[in-house]
């Protein structure tokens, strides 16, 4: 009910539901404009993968048994997360925007890119260790920034993820 029909993303949104991949917060809510957490990134991209079984992540804040725990432990199994700090995934954790981009460009394969980041008034501002990742999620169409900005630092909302999602499967 929170979706209009001229929402930006809102075939983005029904693609994710209809597939599986990504629960509203309420049987009637998708909640597009909420921010989307690192758990509920990799637990999407888990739903995509069709849930490979893992035993365990090393992340000493990941339990087992939580609703994210296989999708993190196979992540790190595929070194598409390295955690927010040694040990720690931080799963409640906001994921932001180049974040986001540099999983998806892991789960990729690491691919080359060249786009020129220089062309938003913000790219200066990606991480260094998401550069290549944000030139690689920009050349394929995967982010297309906003006002001429790619925000890398900004949460990712869960509208944004699964649009960034769709164009990457």
């Known amino acids: 009910t929170d979706i209009a029909a001229s929402h930006y993303a809102k075939d983005a949104i029904q693609w994710a539901w209809e597939n599986g991949y990504c629960d509203g917060v309420s049987s009637m809510e998708f909640a597009p404009d909420q921010g989307l957490s690192r758990a509920m990134l990799v637990t999407i991209l888990w739903r995509m993968a069709e849930r490979p079984h893992e035993i365990s992540s090393g992340f000493r804040d990941v339990p087992d048994g939580k609703w994210y725990s296989e999708a993190i432990a196979w992540a790190a199994s595929l ?33 080359k890119a060249a786009a020129a980041l220089s062309a938003y008034s913000d790219g200066e501002q990606v991480s260094a260790y998401a550069r290549e990742a944000m030139a690689w999620a920009v050349e394929t169409g995967i982010l297309t920034g906003a006002n001429d900005r790619l925000m890398p630092k900004s949460g990712a909302t869960r509208a944004q993820a699964v649009l960034m999602l769709q164009r990457f499967d």
């Open 79 to 111: 070194d598409l997360v390295s955690g927010a700090a040694p040990g720690l995934f931080a799963p409640d954790a906001p994921i932001t925007r180049e974040q986001l981009a540099v999983i998806l460009w892991r789960y990729a394969g690491s691919p």
